[in-house]
T-cell receptor
């Protein structure tokens, strides 16, 4: 079966750094996505990785290791507005998105 | 960038009535649109895949006669919740793919409350 695993909840301090991990087992791989979802809102796109390595975009970076079936989202200089759920999703060989359950990130002052 | 417009943002309806939700791709053609449902504190659950000009493909456990999907053009898909009941109250979100490198663009979602 296809499976995406990520922690249910994480807590971090404003101004700090947090890493949200995601491991996956899917039938084929056409890229991994990270989305941010604030409560009561639709998800918004953060990043896309299809090759191994680190992609940096401002305060957010995403890493991928295809051989390990592993990705992480790194958030630096945390702000209170970063409190949200972060969804990991993998596009399988049929170009269908397989979603993780999301990681709720709580930022404390 | 790709923009998907979804209306209405929220709706309250009486039990037994039907509700239509629209999803439009504003600046790209979406041959495929996806409809999701999300209950509080849970992840997105794919309900159906909508292909322009053909019947939608429903996920297991989703009643196709209750959740009617129409994808009549490359920019518009609609989801109609027929004979809604309180247990249908949820957050419904559509998404469309205009460019696979950027995954799927989501609509803003529709919060449905059935009373």
């Amino acid at each position: 079966g296809q499976n995406i695993d990520q922690p249910t909840e994480m807590t971090a301090t404003e101004g700090a750094i947090v890493q949200i991990n995601c491991t996956y087992q899917t039938s084929g791989f056409n890229g991994l996505f990270w989305y941010q979802q604030h409560a009561g809102e639709a998800p918004t796109f953060l990043s896309y990785n299809v090759l191994d390595g680190l992609e940096e975009k401002g305060r957010f970076s995403s890493f991928l290791s295809r051989s390990k079936g592993y990705s992480y989202l790194l958030l630096k200089e945390l702000q209170m507005k970063d409190s949200a759920s972060y969804l990991c999703a993998v596009m399988d060989s049929n170009y269908q998105l397989i979603w993780g359950a999301g990681t709720k990130l709580i930022i404390k002052p | 960038g790709a923009v998907v417009s979804q209306h209405p943002s929220w709706v309250i309806c009486k039990s037994g009535t039907s509700v239509k939700i629209e999803c439009r791709s504003l600046d790209f053609q979406a041959t495929t649109m996806f409809w999701y449902r999300q209950f509080p504190k849970q992840s997105l659950m794919l309900m159906a895949t909508s292909n322009e000009g053909s019947k939608a493909t429903y996920e297991q456990g989703v009643e196709k006669d209750k959740f009617l999907i129409n994808h009549a053009s490359l920019t518009l898909s609609t989801l109609t919740v027929t004979s809604a009941h309180p247990e249908d109250s949820s957050f419904y979100i559509c998404s469309a793919s205009g460019n696979r490198d950027y995954g799927y663009t989501f609509g803003s979602g529709t919060r449905l409350t059935v009373v």
